[in-house]
């Protein structure tokens, strides 16, 4: 859950499914910003509805999350830094369930 699902699904949401989506929408016709942006809301929404198991609160923090790797992805024009910052997240929120528990 902390390592291997970060980058599974930064590999799925920011990798794949953003550029096919950013492709689409980057063309003549298109600025090259609509397509960051269009595939940046699809795969952030799709992203948090994946995630069903939390409530409505829970599903909206995810987008705004997913919505940060996908800044980050444009930024940094890698996958890294999202699945890092995935990473990271993944981390904290197990360190808080543990803590929780214990």
Known sequence: M??????????IFRG???????E????STYS?????????VVTS????VIHV?????EISTIVVL???FCYARIKSGSLLLPILLHI???????WQYIAQTA
């Open 16 to 22: 794949l499914l953003w550029s096919a989506i950013a």
């Open 66 to 68: 997913a919505l940060i």
């Open 88 to 94: 990271v997240n993944n981390g904290a929120a197990m």
């Open 2 to 11: 902390v390592i291997v699902a970060p980058i599974y699904e930064e590999l």
């Open 32 to 40: 090259k910003h609509r397509g960051a942006i269009v595939a940046s």
């Open 24 to 27: 689409q929408f980057t063309s």
């Open 53 to 57: 198991q939390y409530g409505i609160y």
């Open 45 to 48: 929404l799709i992203f948090a």
